[in-house]
């Protein structure tokens, strides 16, 4: 039977006392790994330092990315699964996760869906994920898990891109994925429910962030390098009308996020 990781970034005081009520579930071959930022010497609360199968690894500074990247430096399991602080996990959740790998023997990132508040559109049926996502489907980070081999055990996340950074505060999950794929992995949609994420994750509330809108057009630009002087138009017009961002802000924004991504981006 293969082992799995939960990956769990948290930040501060706050963060590990979500941490603490998520009631991780103990089941044999499972266990969890808490990247927790800027502890500034809190004790670890007593519901997860009796816990055998919780290993917390403090981690100073911020940035969400580099908290992705602590977990994954520590993590042994066969398949790491990306995850939150707000997130609720079932035995049966996470079986299905190890399960999708196990009869799966070529993917090398499976991605899955989650119950909660985003209106969020998934393919209809299992399929193989490339470069050119399915309509209308996007990536969250904590529906994705990686197994831990070859390459794919050598993906971390590009620590410019994400909650913290210095550069762009969101994208972080397409960047990699893309990557990943670019570079031959094989990649997998299972259409089963492995968590549960109360209210509007990060990417479907309303973005006022001048740098979140350069991230949107940074990651259009990544996935349609030949069309995305078209798309970005069209999103923006999209997002107005969802009330989600300004028309000409989000233009303007996507514009110089997509240019970013050609002149200063290189992986």
Same mark, same amino acid.
């Given at each position: 039977?293969?082992?799995? #990781?939960?990956?769990?970034?948290?930040?501060?005081? #706050?963060?590990?006392?979500?941490?603490?009520?998520?009631?991780?579930?103990e089941i044999d071959g499972v266990g969890y790994i808490v990247s927790w930022?800027? !502890? #500034?010497g809190l004790?670890?609360?007593?519901?997860?330092?009796?816990? !055998?199968?919780?290993?917390?690894? !403090?981690l100073g500074g911020r940035g969400l990315s580099r908290n992705r990247n602590n977990a994954l430096d520590h993590s042994t399991a066969d398949i790491r699964l990306i995850a939150d602080d707000d997130l609720r996990y079932t035995p049966?959740?996470?079986?299905?996760?190890?399960?999708?790998?196990?009869?799966?023997?070529e993917v090398d990132i499976a991605c899955f869906r989650y119950d909660g508040a985003?209106?969020?559109?998934? !393919?209809?049926r299992e399929c193989r994920l490339t470069t050119k996502l399915p309509k209308d489907y996007y990536l969250t980070s904590f529906e994705m898990?990686?197994?831990n081999r070859g390459e794919a055990s050598r993906l971390r996340y590009d620590e410019r891109f994400g909650l913290g950074s210095g550069c762009l505060p969101l994208g972080e999950e397409e960047e990699l994925f893309h990557r990943a794929v670019r570079h031959g992995l094989v990649a997998r949609f299972f259409p089963v429910n492995i968590t549960t994420h109360p209210g509007l994750t990060t990417g479907n509330r309303p973005m006022s962030d001048p740098r979140a809108l350069r991230a949107r057009g940074a990651v259009i630009a990544l996935y349609?390098?030949?069309?995305?002087?078209?798309?970005?138009?069209?999103?923006?017009?999209r997002e107005r009308r969802k009330g989600r961002a300004p028309f000409l802000g989000m233009l303007f924004q996507g514009f110089r996020g997509a240019l970013w991504r050609f002149f200063r981006y290189r992986r």
């Open positions: 039977m293969l082992t799995l #990781d939960v990956l769990i970034s948290t930040l501060g005081r #706050d963060g590990i006392s979500r941490v603490a009520q998520m009631r991780l579930p930022q800027e !502890p #500034d004790p670890v609360p007593p519901e997860l330092a009796s816990r !055998p199968d919780v290993r917390i690894y !403090p049966d959740g996470l079986r299905a996760v190890i399960a999708a790998f196990e009869r799966s023997p985003d209106a969020k559109t998934y !393919p209809s898990a990686i197994r349609y390098p030949l069309s995305w002087t078209l798309r970005i138009p069209l999103v923006a017009w």
